[in-house]
């Protein structure tokens, strides 16, 4: 991935006392990391299938000016996914301590914050996310 433009940061003690515990047992963290970045990179494109924030909040629907350029350009009628390329975008990098997911599309901040458009949050972390960023790191301690 290249170095993304836009990121969230995530942290949480008892991810982070998994991962110490982890980091004794192993000096290379990369596996779970790469395990909990591809599973990350399958929850998020999910969100783009469902069109819903990372809290279930449905994404809010497309104006009927959008809906209409999008048929009479041949686009996807899918909210943020005009032409794919933001859905396209998300990846993840593995770094020793930490995975980043992010995007290098330069708009994506514009609809994950809503700067001047309709904000539809696509990076995020919910509980069950958590909850399977745990089980990933439990399954690796065991």
């Known amino acids: 991935m290249t170095d993304p433009i836009f990121s969230l940061s995530y942290q949480d003690q008892r991810v982070q006392n998994l991962l110490a515990q982890l980091q004794q047992r192993t000096s290379n963290l990369r596996p779970v990391l790469a395990e909990i970045g591809e599973e990350m990179l ?11 924030d990372p809290s279930g909040v449905k994404w809010r629907p497309l104006s009927a000016r959008t809906i209409a350029w999008k048929q009479a350009n041949s686009r996807i009628l899918k909210r943020l996914q005009s032409t794919g390329r933001l859905r396209a975008s998300i990846t993840y990098r593995v770094e020793s301590d930490r995975v980043i997911i992010g995007t290098n599309v330069s ?36």
């Open 107 to 142: 708009y994506a901040y514009k609809h994950q914050l809503g700067v001047g458009v309709p904000q539809r949050q696509f990076l995020g972390i919910n509980q069950a996310d958590e909850d399977e960023i745990i089980a990933i790191l439990q399954d690796h301690l065991i």
């Open 42 to 52: 399958r929850r998020t494109d999910l969100r783009f299938e469902r069109e819903e």
